[in-house]
Antibody
Framework: QVQLQESGPGLVKPSETLSLTCTVS????????WTWIRQSPGRGLEWIGCVYYSGYTSYNPSLKSRVAMSMDMSKNQFSLTLTSVSAADTAVYYC???????WGQGILVTVSS | DIQLTQSPSFVSASVGDRVILTCRAS??????LAWYQQKPGKAPRLLIH???SLQSGVSSRFSGSGSGTGFTLTISSLQPEDYATYYC?????????FGQGTKVEMK
């Protein structure tokens, strides 16, 4: 059974960098597109971007200047970094396997001093 | 980027009602659309993929249809556990995009 688990700090200061990791079990990150999606409190779903094992990435144009995604195949993980965060980046962040029902439980990241 | 517009934004319905939600794409996405259900505090759950294919384990009262730019999600007989927010997502191209959601509320 495929399982995904987000990890990282739950609190980040404004202007700093948010870094999250998704650990995948029951599947290999060497296949498929792996994505990050977020949901601000009371708002809809926002696709942040995806990463493929070849190194291909695609990002939401509204976040592209601040986002980077990478993959560590030796640890079966992929990661997200978002720079220069503000309160608007406060959200639940989900990692998923693209176009599937495989989602992590989500991690709430609050941006506050 | 492909924009998705869901309507209505809110639906008030009673148990047993037939509920139809729509999702319109700004350009043709063929059949490459998914529907998700989300309940408060939970990750979204995939209901329908490829516009009309029922995800394994999902009740047959859910059905999807459409292609090109117009899609619908139908709940044939609303059950108490169906009160939730529903999102469509296009998987035709990157960047992926979601509709803004339709909340199904108790009448």
């Amino acid at each position: 059974q495929v399982q995904l688990q987000e990890s990282g700090p739950g609190l980040v200061k404004p202007s700093e960098t948010l870094s999250l990791t998704c650990t995948v079990s029951g599947d290999s990150v060497n296949n498929y597109y792996w994505t990050w999606i977020r949901q601000s409190p009371g708002r809809g779903l926002e696709w942040i971007g995806c990463v493929y094992y070849s190194g291909y990435t695609s990002y939401n144009p509204s976040l592209k200047s601040r986002v980077a995604m990478s993959m560590d195949m030796s640890k079966n993980q992929f990661s997200l970094t978002l720079t220069s965060v503000s309160a608007a980046d406060t959200a639940v962040y989900y990692c998923t396997r693209d176009n599937t029902d495989y989602w992590g439980q989500g991690i709430l990241v609050t941006v506050s001093s | 980027d492909i924009q998705l517009t869901q309507s209505p934004s809110f639906v008030s319905a009673s148990v047993g009602d037939r509920v139809i939600l729509t999702c319109r794409a700004s350009q043709s996405i063929s059949y490459l659309l998914a529907w998700y259900q989300q309940k408060p505090g939970k990750a979204p759950r995939l209901l329908i993929h490829s516009a009309s294919s029922l995800q394994s384990g999902v009740s047959s009262r859910f059905s999807g249809s459409g292609s090109g730019t117009g899609f619908t999600l139908t709940i044939s007989s609303l059950q108490p556990e169906d009160y939730a927010t529903y999102y469509c997502q296009q998987v035709h191209s990157f960047p992926r995009t979601f509709g803004q959601g339709t909340k199904v509320e108790m009448k």
